[in-house]
């Protein structure tokens, strides 16, 4: 059979990634790959597309009636940067609330749209303080919009989205959140958190392949946006008018990503849902955390404050090779990440994607023989 011949074509992975993103798929995913879609047809267009933008807003919120998907060619900062552009207008300002390098990254979109903001820089290693921002927003009347990273993937930091959400909605003001690394593997409520926009990709709690990201938002709020972005192609209101009508994209759609995204949310639901792939995350974040600590590796922060995604560990002592380690691992079947912190040497593993207990047994084992 043609199909089978198509299949053993394919190679076996020859390690998993314990990385952010891209991440380990499963083998249905990838299969979900094999075959063509027209983008004008509806088979696609409300088979996959539509079906996709209904689950996203149900998944995203107790309320989806409220919010809206709209997917988004281009990886997640392409959505980040689509999703600003179009939410701040030209007179607007926005409050970006940064610990990390995809924090910071805002600032950079910001300064190339030449649009108005306000920077709160906090620790790597602390989550953002809520006085301060309070303070901020009484002081600065000019502020019409809040931006954050949920899960500060530079360090695996999880920030108080909602604490400060709801207090930026009693104040009035509109609220993105960047959830690239965090939704669909953390439980989360848009409107019971105060959030307007929810950016996130195809390629990280999803568990899809990489090439798109997508922006939910309020239906009330994307709706005043008609001529606010600041590029063509990163409309995100344009694109939500045209995929709203029949599941469209305005240009062409990266349609076997779309359709193995599918497939990852149909795994998502079998799986059981957020709450269960959550749960799943957590175990194996803790018995990594823990194994990793008797080996002799410490993590950067503080449990409290530790996400399930991702965990940065300081090197062991001054002689620690990080090139030679991953090197090891890798030929041991582990891809590990290199670290991002400014002012520590770290180096960070993540455990989203097709990763289970087993794998980080095996993980463990195989730190402990090149350790030694
Ligand atoms: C992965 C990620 C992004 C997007 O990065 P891309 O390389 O553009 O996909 C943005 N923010 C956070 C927090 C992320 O983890």
């Known amino acids: 059979?043609?199909?089978?011949?198509?299949?053993?074509?394919?190679?076996?992975?020859?390690?998993?990634?314990?990385?952010?993103?891209?991440?380990s798929t499963s083998a249905a995913v990838r299969n979900a790959m094999l075959r063509d879609w027209c983008t004008w047809d509806e088979d696609y267009n409300i088979g996959v597309v539509?079906?996709?933008?209904?689950?996203?807003?149900?998944?995203?919120?107790?309320?989806?009636?409220?919010?809206?998907?709209?997917?988004?060619?281009?990886?997640?900062?392409?959505?980040?940067?689509?999703?600003?552009?179009?939410?701040?207008?030209?007179?607007?300002?926005?409050?970006?609330?940064a610990n990390g390098a995809y924090g910071r990254r805002m600032v950079s979109f910001m300064q190339t749209m030449g649009r108005s903001y306000v920077l709160a820089e906090f620790s790597e290693t602390e989550q953002p303080d809520i006085d301060k921002v309070n303070e901020i927003l009484d002081k600065d009347k000019e502020i019409s919009h809040v931006a954050m990273v949920f899960c500060e993937t530079t360090t695996g930091i999880l920030n108080p989205v909602r604490e400060i959400c709801l207090l930026a909605k009693e104040k009035e003001k509109m609220t993105i959140v960047d959830a690239m690394s965090a939704f669909g593997g953390i439980p989360m409520d848009m409107e019971g958190w105060g959030i307007d926009y929810l950016i996130s990709s195809s390629n990280k709690c999803i568990q899809g392949?990489?090439?798109?990201?997508?922006?939910?938002?309020?239906?009330?709020?994307?709706?005043?946006?008609?001529g606010n972005a600041h590029s063509h192609s990163l409309d995100v209101y344009d694109q939500w008018k045209t995929m709203d009508k029949k599941g469209k994209w305005r240009f062409t759609s990266p349609t076997h990503t779309v359709r193995a995204f599918q497939q990852a949310l149909n795994e998502l639901d079998k799986e059981g849902g957020i709450e269960k792939r959550y749960s799943r995350y957590s175990k194996n974040q803790q018995r990594l955390r823990e194994g990793m600590k008797e080996i002799g590796y410490e993590t950067l922060l503080d449990e409290g404050m530790q996400s399930p995604i991702i965990t940065a560990f300081c090197y062991p002592d001054s002689s620690f090779e990080f090139k030679d380690f991953y090197e090891k691992m890798k030929e041991k079947g582990f891809v590990l990440y290199p670290g991002k912190v400014s002012d520590a040497e770290t180096f960070r593993i993540g455990n989203i994607g097709e990763v289970y207990s087993e794998d980080i047994e095996r993980l463990l084992k195989a730190v402990r023989e090149v350790t030694a």
Do not use: H
């Open 1 to 23: 059979m043609k199909t089978e011949k198509v299949l053993s074509d394919i190679p076996d992975n020859p390690y998993i990634l314990l990385t952010p993103g891209p991440l």
């Open 50 to 97: 539509q079906d996709i933008r209904t689950r996203l807003t149900e998944y995203a919120t107790s309320q989806p009636e409220k919010y809206t998907a709209v997917l988004m060619q281009g990886s997640g900062s392409f959505g980040v940067e689509a999703c600003l552009g179009t939410a701040v207008p030209e007179d607007g300002k926005l409050l970006i609330i």
């Open 209 to 226: 392949v990489p090439g798109f990201s997508f922006i939910i938002a309020s239906v009330q709020k994307l709706a005043l946006c008609e």
